[in-house]
């Protein structure tokens, strides 16, 4: 996880799975969390075809594209990155920092888009975190006292000044189904929509 602020040191986050629960708190160093499995995702979404269009995905929290996914504090789910780009009229990447929020149900809520900085030295097309840490502590302190944990969500795009945000289903040629993450297209699921396998 990213760097805390002395502020953010005292916060507190749960993992939780089923009845099964593991807390994450700040050790004695400021912005020093202890490390914790994250759980398994719930068996419901798991589909026996991957030529049926998913009506849920499942997000897994984990420690590469997926940091952030779970429940907030309000019972919605969410999914937060700073690690979005969408390509400008000029060839170069645009970043973002995006909070996808949905209801409690799994249905589309929100999308919370603030554009940041891309390191010139990346390759295009290369999905990198953008180092806006105290940007995406500011979204999750949004959340209220969220868990990290796998959560069910629906599919959806919105557009947000002309980029397409959310996630998105499409269909490869052979008919099978994926969900890929929009902008960008560093995430995408496949079935079981598990969530505990992905293509980059």
Do not use: K, N
């Not at 499995?37 to 984990?62: C, G, H, K, M, N």
């Not at 969500?153 to 959310?166: I, N, R, S, W, Y």
């Amino acid at each position: 996880m990213g760097s805390l602020s002395s502020g953010a040191a005292a916060a507190r986050v749960v993992l939780a799975a089923g009845a099964a629960s593991v807390t994450l708190t700040a050790c004695s160093l400021p912005g020093v969390w202890q490390e914790a499995p994250f759980p398994e995702p719930p068996q419901s979404t798991r589909q026996a075809s991957p030529y049926e269009r998913p009506e849920r995905i499942t997000l897994v929290p984990d420690d590469y594209h997926v940091p952030y996914a779970g429940t907030a504090e309000d019972g919605r789910r969410f999914f937060l990155s700073d690690s979005l780009f969408a390509r400008d009229a000029e060839g170069g990447d645009l970043g973002f920092v995006g909070l996808f929020l949905w209801e409690a149900d799994g249905t589309f809520a929100e999308v919370r888009v603030d554009r940041v900085e891309r390191d010139d030295a990346l390759p295009p097309g290369q999905a990198l975190s953008a180092g806006a840490d105290d940007l995406v502590e500011a979204r999750l302190a949004e959340l209220g006292d969220y868990v990290l944990e796998p959560v069910e969500v629906a599919p959806f795009t919105t557009d947000v000044d002309g980029v397409t945000f959310g996630w998105q289903v499409g269909r490869y040629d052979d008919g099978t189904y994926f969900v890929g993450i929009t902008p960008g297209d560093f995430i995408v699921y496949y079935a079981p929509w598990d969530g505990l396998g992905y293509d980059t």
